[in-house]
C-alpha cells in the first residue's frame, strides 16, 4: 500500500447538510448505521459525532488522493462531510479530529496502513464478490510453530465447497504492506470469489492458503524497516513455504499436492522470488499489482530470480494483473517485467482492471481471472 494522501477539505460551521434521499448506504457500514452512504454519482456523504472537535478532516488511500470534500459541523455536534465523486472500488479512509487520526465509528475495521482502519465501498455494476444462493467453501484459522524464525505463523485456509470428497489443488496466496491474513478474507471477498466460480464452472476447485506476509526472527524485526528487511523477509518465507508450510499443508488437509503461488503489491514480489526459485514445484504464478524490490538500472532483476523460469522445463503459468490507474511506479515494474518476459519468449497474460487504483477491486478482478486458468 502506499502512503496515504490528505484529501481536501473545506471547514466550514453552520447547519447540517441536507442530505439527498437517492444516496445508499456504503457495504461496509455497521448493522443499525446509515452513514456512510454513496449516490448514483459516486457522491459520498459521511456522518460522525465529535461535539467537542475543532476541525474533521477526511483522509484517506490510494483511491481517494483526488477528492475534494466540503464539511459542516452542526449544532448537536455531528460533522456531515459531503464529497466529490469518488473511484469505484474499495477505499481505507479515516477522519482527522484535531490532528489525531480517527476512525469512523459508523463502520466495519479493516486491517489496512498497519492498524484498524475504515472502508467503505464504492459500487459497480459487478457481483461476482457477492454472496449468492450457491454452494459455501469455508474459511478456517491455522497456525505451524516455525524454526526459520522461531516462532508461531498465524494463516487462513480455505476449503472449497466439495471439500472432503477428494484430494484439490493448493494456492498459496500473500496480501499486501500494511495488511495481514484478513485481508483477502473481509477486503478481498475470497469465498465469494470462488463460491461463486465454482459453482459457475469456471474454475477448478482448488484450496487456498492465506499467510501471512511478514517472515522475520525476533532479531530481525530490530532492523530497520525499510527495503532490504523486505527483501530478506521475503527469502524467509520462501524457506518456511517450501520446508514447513507446504508439508504442514499436505500432511493436515486432503491435497493432490499441486500448487500455485500468487499474491498483492508487496505480496507480488514474494510469490514472484518463491515461484521463480522453484519453478518445478509451482504451476502457475500470480503477481497482481508487481513490486520489484531493490534492483539497479544495471540489474533490475536483483533480488528476483526471475531468469529462473527462462530455464525451467515446466515453464509455469504467468499471469499479471494491474488497475488502470495506479500510481506510475506500478505500471513501470508491470512494464519491466512484461518486456523482459516477452524478449525473452516466455508466455504470460497480462490483465488490466478498468478504472481501478492500487487497491481491492483491483486484486479481487486479478484474483477473478487467475482463479480460472490455474489447475486445468
Known sequence: MQPFKIITAVLTLSSSLVFSQNYKISSTVKSGKEFPKIDADRNAQFKVYFPDAKSVILEGGDGMQNVKSTTTKDKEGFWNISTSPLEIGFHYYWFNVDGKRTNDPNTELY??????????????????????NVKHGKIVDDNLDSEITNGKRNFKVYLPPNYGTKNFPVLYLYHGTGEDVTGWEKQGYIRNILDNLFAERKAKEMIVVMDYGVALTPEQE????????????AKNLDKIVVQELIPYIDKKYKTNQKQAIAGLSRGSYQAMLIGANHPDLFSAIGSFSPVIYEGTESQPFKELPIENLLKSKSKPFFFMGIGEKEDQRFINYNNLLSDYLHQNKYPFEQYQSTGTYHEWLTWRRCLYEFSQKIFR
Open 222 to 233: 530490530k532492523l530497520p524497516d525499510n527495503y532490504p528487511r523486505t527483501v530478506l523477509s
Open 111 to 132: 486491517f489496512g496502513y498497519g492498524q484498524p482502519t475504515s472502508g467503505i465501498e464504492v459500487p459497480t455494476n459487478e457481483d461476482f464478490f457477492f454472496e449468492k
